[in-house]
């Protein structure tokens, strides 16, 4: 299924980065699975630890309730409730036993560009919990049946062929999951089986709006996730992307309901307390990674936002050492 990748940014930062490795005799970048099957294959105690996957988790919930947390954000799906963990995100699994469900893994490069583009598959901040009704959900649960069948026997084809069959089905269930209705209030559904609830303090910047975004945003976007820890001024973005540091304001609270500086700064706390929550660098180390000068900037900027040191945060979420 997956493999831990291990390098030596990796070892200092503890924590566990997992590469996509298709199983022995299945076509790589795509594999679907049932919930059973995972629980065999892999080991409860390392799903229980929060890792970085570089690959997508798409998972819906066919019986029993699972808690899942995906950067600091705990879920509790229930049957019909979809969960999609984008690469890069920090997550781990609850107790697995009693429930039962789909997963597909998939890489980003699996599918074309067009498809990417279109599924938002980049959009790393877009809502990780989905409950989709009536025929959304039909549909969606369809796509995933057809390629789960698909996935599970070559069907008298090639094997090129099956791949671009693959291809092609799991291109439709990611533009039918990327339209899938998220519940509202960030993650938290009232009612009904599926009611999926939400603590923590959010898994991304963006929050977990469903609106439309416009192509400014998006460029801005990714381009604090690719800077985020060389600067933290609008005017740096704004200069490499030809807007003005207004421009990108009033696009980003459209998009976000917060302004750009606000945005980038969430982005460098979220990534902070990755780094503080579940790895082993010293704050000071974790300065220089983020950016900052020396650690007291660090320790400054991190309390002005959190309202906490690094060090009592760590503390808090790990308990005393």
Same mark, same amino acid.
Not at 35 to 48: F, M, N, S, T, W
């Given at each position: 299924?997956?493999?831990?990748?291990?390098?030596?940014?990796?070892?200092?930062?503890?924590?566990?980065?997992?590469?996509?490795?298709?199983?022995?005799?299945?076509?790589?970048?795509?594999?679907?699975?049932?919930?059973?099957?995972?629980?065999?294959?892999?080991?409860?105690?390392?799903?229980?630890?929060?890792?970085?996957?570089?690959?997508?988790?798409?998972?819906?919930?066919?019986?029993?309730?699972?808690?899942?947390?995906?950067?600091?954000?705990?879920?509790?799906?229930?049957?019909?409730?979809?969960?999609?963990?984008?690469?890069?995100?920090?997550?781990?699994? @609850?107790?697995?036993?009693?429930?039962?469900?789909?997963?597909? /893994?998939?890489?980003?490069?699996?599918?074309?560009?067009?498809?990417?583009?279109?599924?938002?598959?980049?959009?790393?901040?877009?809502?990780?919990?989905?409950?989709?009704?009536?025929e959304q959900a039909?549909?969606?649960?369809?796509?995933?049946? =057809?390629?789960?069948?698909?996935?599970?026997?070559?069907?008298?084809?090639?094997?090129?062929?099956?791949?671009?069959?693959?291809? =092609?089905?799991?291109?439709?269930?990611?533009?039918?999951?990327?339209?899938?209705?998220?519940?509202?209030?960030? @993650?938290?559904?009232r009612g009904g089986?599926?009611?999926?609830?939400?603590?923590?303090?959010?898994?991304?910047?963006? @929050?977990?709006?469903?609106?439309?975004?416009?192509?400014?945003? /998006?460029?801005?976007?990714?381009?604090?996730?690719?800077?985020?820890?060389?600067?933290?001024?609008?005017e740096d973005y704004?200069?490499?992307?030809?807007?003005?540091?207004?421009?990108?304001?009033?696009?980003?609270?459209?998009?976000?309901?917060?302004?750009?500086?606000?945005?980038?700064?969430?982005?460098?706390?979220?990534?902070?307390?990755?780094?503080?929550?579940?790895?082993?660098?010293?704050?000071?180390?974790?300065?220089?990674?983020?950016?900052?000068?020396?650690?007291?900037?660090?320790?400054?900027?991190?309390?002005?936002?959190?309202?906490?040191?690094?060090?009592?945060?760590?503390?808090?979420?790990?308990?005393?050492?």
């Amino acid at each position: 299924m997956v493999k831990k990748r291990h390098t030596a940014q990796d070892a200092g930062e503890s924590i566990p980065a997992v590469a996509f490795a298709a199983p022995a005799g299945r076509p790589a970048g795509v594999e679907v699975l049932t919930l059973a099957e995972l629980r065999e294959r892999a080991d409860a105690c390392a799903l229980a630890i929060p890792h970085r996957p570089d690959f997508h988790h798409l998972l819906v919930v066919d019986e029993g309730r699972l808690r899942h947390t995906v950067d600091f954000r705990k879920y509790e799906l229930s049957v019909n409730d979809w969960m999609w963990v984008r690469p890069g995100q920090v997550h781990h699994f @609850g107790n697995l036993s009693g429930v039962e469900g789909r997963l597909v /893994l998939f890489e980003s490069g699996f599918l074309d560009p067009a498809t990417a583009a279109a599924a938002r598959l980049e959009d790393w901040f877009g809502p990780a919990v989905h409950h989709p009704e009536g025929e959304q959900a039909r549909a969606v649960d369809c796509a995933l049946r =057809h390629l789960h069948q698909e996935f599970g026997a070559l069907r008298g084809l090639p094997l090129e062929v099956h791949i671009e069959v693959l291809r =092609h089905l799991l291109a439709v269930l990611v533009l039918r999951a990327s339209r899938m209705s998220a519940p509202a209030g960030g @993650g938290e559904a009232r009612g009904g089986a599926g009611a999926v609830r939400g603590e923590g303090d959010g898994r991304a910047p963006g @929050g977990d709006g469903v609106c439309e975004a416009s192509e400014t945003f /998006l460029r801005f976007r990714d381009a604090v996730e690719r800077g985020f820890t060389r600067s933290r001024r609008v005017e740096d973005y704004a200069r490499q992307l030809g807007y003005s540091p207004r421009t990108l304001s009033r696009a980003t609270a459209a998009a976000t309901g917060v302004g750009a500086k606000e945005f980038i700064d969430r982005r460098v706390v979220l990534e902070a307390k990755r780094l503080l929550a579940h790895g082993d660098q010293t704050a000071a180390r974790i300065a220089v990674r983020l950016g900052f000068a020396d650690a007291a900037n660090f320790a400054k900027f991190f309390q002005h936002r959190t309202g906490s040191t690094p060090i009592s945060f760590r503390t808090e979420v790990r308990g005393p050492a």
